[in-house]
């Protein structure tokens, strides 16, 4: 059972397509595993065209139009009308076979020889190869965004991320698999959001896919990970 989601204002910046693609990817995934936040977003989208139909209506009613302008484009529209082949001539628009399929097909990806169904947000982004040391492997997807890194992060069986706190803020979304930390366990479908103020070392027993977003570094506060922090700038 999903127990952590994304809150209502990420919810109501995705149904106005405001977020940035690394999160809109995330919370289009999301939804896409829990019906619950799919209806709130449907609802959400919904007011917002609304409110711009509304919007539209009133900057209209407010303008108004030249005269001049009006005769031109009325005699425009009577040429048009009166032109069967305009209309005769137009092409249908139409969707190829191939374009449904790859809208609707199932998205797979391969890791340490295990494969995984992916939701269809990740259909345009899986266009790098997996690299990773020892139980933790990562894949990077490139949103275009100057910050934020995109990647889905797969941790083995019985491995772990050292623990670490961070400098930014960190997103994660547990797409299968399951993964516990200091807070709590985790299940696919939930919606981890942590910042500065978290301290964690996430494990997994029978081994996890997740999708991450982090706009600043990692801090590995133990162990010989330490060893990472001043590089940690090329490795986030």
Sequence with gaps: MIKYHPNQDLLSLHAK???PLSLSIAVSAHCELCAECTEKVTALTLAASDENFVMSQVSTDNTQMNAALDADLEALLADMMSDDSVLDNAPAATISASENISASANISTNVKGQDYTLPRAFRQQLVNHWQGIGKVS????????????????HIAENGEIPQHSHKGEELTLLLAGEFSDEYNTYTAGDFILLNGEHEHSPKT???????????????????????LNPIGELIY
Excluded: H, W
Aim: with cysteine; aromatic share 8%; charged share 25%.
């Design 138 to 153: 990562r894949l990077r997807l490139d949103t275009g965004e100057n910050q934020a890194r995109a990647s889905l992060l």
């Design 17 to 19: 397509g405001e977020l």
């Design 205 to 227: 027993v029978d081994g996890c896919l997740c999708y991450t977003v982090v706009d600043a570094p990692l801090y590995f506060t133990k162990g010989i990970s330490k060893l």
